[in-house]
């Protein structure tokens, strides 16, 4: 009787809603029909993207890294890859999603520069350790709110393999 009652409670602890966490296939589904609806809105658009965050989950992640990709055609409103990178900041309890957003945060195309910030501050929310040195790097690039936003992401990772680079940037800024 006790193995049966343990049965009983671990199926529902398995398939017991997650918090926060709703049915991936669902909220695509939900997703593509209000994208659909959207049509040639880009803040419509960008409002449906940013429903996808009601359920992190590779699923939705996968949807995410097309959006950011772009359209077929590669060429996406900034708006909605953007609002696809802030998405992915906030699945802090997935694995992966600092993967997802690390090849945006490298990419070095002067026309990305919205979508490359949308990155880094996702990294910095998603406190990914395993991106310091990317976001090291980033302390010198071009404009000067990547930068900033990069230092700004290590502030929120806190850790301490942070402190020579940071130093480093200090010391490059006392002498300006």
Known sequence: MRAVQWLILLVCTLF???P???DPDAVIKDFKVAYAKAGQDAGARAKAVRSLAAAPHSKTLFVLRQLMAGDESGREVMEVRVSAA???GRFTELNGASQALLPWARQRDRKLVDLRRASV???GALKARDVLDTLHKLYW???F???R???ESTV???DRRSIPALIKLLREAERV
């Open 16 to 18: 017991q809603e997650r």
């Open 20 to 22: 926060g966490g709703g």
């Open 86 to 88: 802030e998405t992915v």
């Open 121 to 123: 501050q996702g990294l």
């Open 141 to 143: 690039e071009k404009p």
């Open 145 to 147: 709110e990547l930068a």
């Open 149 to 151: 936003d990069a230092v």
């Open 156 to 158: 929120e990772i806190r």
